[in-house]
């Protein structure tokens, strides 16, 4: 499979895991619903006609409204890349003057769409973090022919390739909101894919993630009709994520080992073993699972849903 890249980076991104996901997640006439969708790299290869795209995150979403109502093209962005990179090239600094005059701009409110992809794609490791007000505050890669033409030409065939995604879709849906609020409207037809904030791991402006999230998380997601896949950590070398035992054990999980390349903190650059949970059968996905057995089937998993299990673990949760 070809995987669409789209051109924000974050630490986070899902890339390499893409064809897993979409391999596990069974075709729904409904929507797919993802109300974490950082990047987009997942819903942008699903390729179904309704979603439910969201994020607390409101740079991110107002750059694809953005690109769906043809107000963000790849000839704009082109020109604006071409004019920063040519300042960022002959900035003071080795260029760095440059980044800090377009990460004030960003940050004194104009937030434009545009500065956002250039801080995206010119700040360290192709990180994105918040501060405390909300302010961008990535430091500068250090590199000021980051705009080289090739460097250009990827970012807006990235650009084209998603815009050619959204742009004739009028019901992919875009929303700033929590995550609360999106999966109560999925119905028995959608499938909902939540990537949050791993809990214990990566925090920022946008991404706090506490327990008390998880928990609202693993209610809404066990009351949903939807089916539903959640991404998660399972085990990395030091240890296991202990919001699996706690919450997601009685879910069918499948897992794959996976290197974040990204990341400041070095436990956050080696290998762990990504988890997907699901509460609809994972038969077949056996054979690639790291030693996780399928907890049950999904008609099992329903009637547990319904008896003193699953009433039990919401009493104790609570
Ligand atoms: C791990 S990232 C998603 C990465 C995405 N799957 C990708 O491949 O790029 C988690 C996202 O959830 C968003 N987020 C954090 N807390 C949220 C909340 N309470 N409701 C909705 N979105 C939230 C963050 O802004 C972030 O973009």
Redesign the pocket.
Known sequence: MKVVIPPIK?Q????KLVPWIIDVAPKMSGRWIE????????AFNTRYKKTIL????PH?IKFYKLVQEHRITASLMKQYLENEGKLLREAGNNGYDHYLTVRTRFNSGEYSPFDFIFLSRAGFNGMMRFGRKGNWNIPFCKKPDRFAQAYITKIINQLSAISQIISPEPDWQFYN???SEIIPLATENDIIYC????FGRHADY????TEK?EKNLFHLLSETKAKFIL?TWHHNDWRENEMIKKYWSKFNIITKPHFYHNGGNMENRREMVEALVCNFDITGFAQRNHGVKEKASAKQLELELVTGAYAEQRVAAY
């Open positions: 974050s986070g991104i899902k890339t109300p974490f969708l950082g990047t987009g790299v997942v969201n994020d607390t995150n991110i909101k929590l995550f990537d949050p904030p791993y946008y991404n706090g993630w999230d991404s």
